[in-house]
């Protein structure tokens, strides 16, 4: 795909609304000190963004004598945004204004077992349309940003491989163009995790950075060059079906000795059973309440718990080197509900092992961290997305 100046204005824009929702109220020279563009650029800008009500005017800030400088800020009730996580069992929808605060939210369990996308797409459609009415924001809503689990074509709008309900290219933006009246954004929670980092999180600021999301899944999102790498068909990051081991366990892909055999909750609790076969901390194949019970048992000192937790920090550690040796990043952020639920003892186990197996240049360079964000990122990353295309659509209005 060529990059084309309307790209590089976008991207600009990006920029701009992100630094002054990271520091608000601020001044255009200082926002051409924090971005890096020039003067005029940013001046050009910021006139694009009030025009469209998503900056307003904050009044003139002390320049000691000089000509005053005009402040403007984020405007919150310029628009508001809807973001929406798509599980396995539940679909969660988070409204937020312009400044990313949550205006209201709604929560369907959903079952497993239903996999029919008519189905499921209509309990999307009524989350969305719940939160929407709880929100009563006078604001326009400017879009949706839907993360689905699998391996998703954003262009087209097409579920083009979700393992979990067996989906293989089911028109998914179509479907659910029925239910939300609102311009739709799709991508998956990599991506959503991903971007929620690159705007709010960890990885503001950053050129290159890598966001591993520890789950049920295991994946990873790259920001090269401060922008999301998405691939030839938006499939990059399948970092968990990489082999860490060879002729390892069998993954659920088919495959041997996969990374997220190793390091998601499943292969997790399979390390547990093998240390300690009937283990009580396992409970049975609920995935959520045995990391939860590995967790305190880790911060109680239990020989197990901390011999499980130091095997998959090993594995993580390993698999996280690779990346490392491969990509040179300035960071590595932990993102997910099993690396949020096992925090710190796995992080700093995973720093050791990175240490252990990474080569020195690129290692001695790289920070790691546990993600700074308390929401759910993958609805804030969503609703990024929606961000991003209310954003773009400011170039192709024209002005
Ligand atoms: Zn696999």
């Given at each position: 795909m060529r990059t084309t100046s309307r790209d590089i204005r976008t991207a600009n824009r990006y920029r701009v609304l992100r630094q002054a929702i990271a520091e608000s109220p601020a001044s255009r020279p200082r926002l051409a000190a924090a971005t890096g563009l020039s003067p005029a650029t940013v001046t050009t800008l910021v006139a694009e963004l009030i025009a469209h009500d998503m900056l307003v005017d904050a009044g003139f800030e002390d320049s000691g004598g000089g000509r005053p400088r005009g402040l403007f800020e984020v405007n919150p009730g310029g628009g508001a945004l809807i973001g929406v996580d798509v599980a396995e069992t539940y679909v969660h929808a988070e409204v937020v204004d312009l400044t990313l605060r949550t205006l209201a939210r709604a929560h369907e369990e959903l079952d497993p077992g239903d996999r029919e996308p008519t189905r499921l797409t209509r309990r999307i459609g009524a989350a969305v349309r719940a939160a929407a009415g709880r929100a009563a924001t006078g604001a326009p809503v400017l879009g949706a940003g839907i993360s689905m689990p699998g391996m998703v074509d954003r262009e087209g709008g097409v579920s083009v491989y979700a393992a979990n309900w067996d989906w293989h290219h089911v028109p998914l933006l179509s479907l659910l163009a029925d239910e939300i009246p609102f311009p739709l954004h799709l991508d998956n929670p990599m991506r959503a995790c991903l971007v929620a980092e690159l705007w709010f999180g960890a990885a503001s600021g950053r050129e290159d950075a890598i966001v591993a999301n520890l789950g049920t899944g295991v994946g990873a999102g790259f920001a090269l060059g401060g922008a999301p790498h998405r691939g030839a068909s938006n499939s990059?990051?399948?970092?968990?079906?990489?082999?860490?081991?060879?002729?390892?366990?069998?993954?659920?892909?088919?495959?041997?000795?996969?990374?997220?055999?190793?390091?998601?909750?499943?292969?997790?609790?399979?390390?547990?059973?093998?240390?300690?076969?009937?283990?009580?901390?396992?409970?049975?194949?609920?995935?959520?309440?045995?990391?939860?019970?590995?967790?305190?048992?880790?911060?109680?000192?239990?020989?197990?718990?901390?011999?499980?937790?130091?095997?998959?920090?090993?594995?993580?550690?390993?698999?996280?080197?690779?990346?490392?040796?491969?990509?040179?990043?300035?960071?590595?952020?932990?993102?997910?509900?099993?690396?949020?639920?096992?925090?710190?003892?796995?992080?700093?186990?995973?720093?050791?092992?990175?240490?252990?197996?990474?080569?020195?240049?690129?290692?001695?360079?790289?920070?790691?961290?546990?993600?700074?964000?308390?929401?759910n990122p993958v609805s804030l990353g969503a609703a990024t997305f929606a961000l991003e295309g209310a954003l773009a659509s400011v170039g192709r209005a024209g002005s």
């Open positions: 990059a990051g399948e970092w968990g079906h990489t082999r860490l081991v060879p002729d390892g366990r069998r993954c659920r892909c088919g495959r041997l000795g996969c990374v997220e055999s190793y390091v998601g909750a499943p292969g997790i609790m399979r390390t547990l059973a093998e240390i300690s076969p009937g283990s009580p901390l396992l409970a049975g194949d609920d995935q959520t309440a045995t990391v939860a019970r590995l967790a305190r048992a880790c911060r109680e000192g239990d020989p197990v718990a901390d011999q499980v937790l130091r095997r998959t920090a090993d594995h993580l550690g390993a698999a996280l080197a690779d990346l490392v040796n491969l990509l040179d990043p300035e960071i590595v952020i932990l993102t997910g509900w099993v690396a949020r639920r096992l925090g710190a003892p796995l992080l700093g186990l995973a720093r050791e092992a990175v240490a252990r197996h990474a080569l020195r240049r690129p290692r001695e360079t790289t920070e790691i961290v546990l993600s700074p964000i308390r929401v």
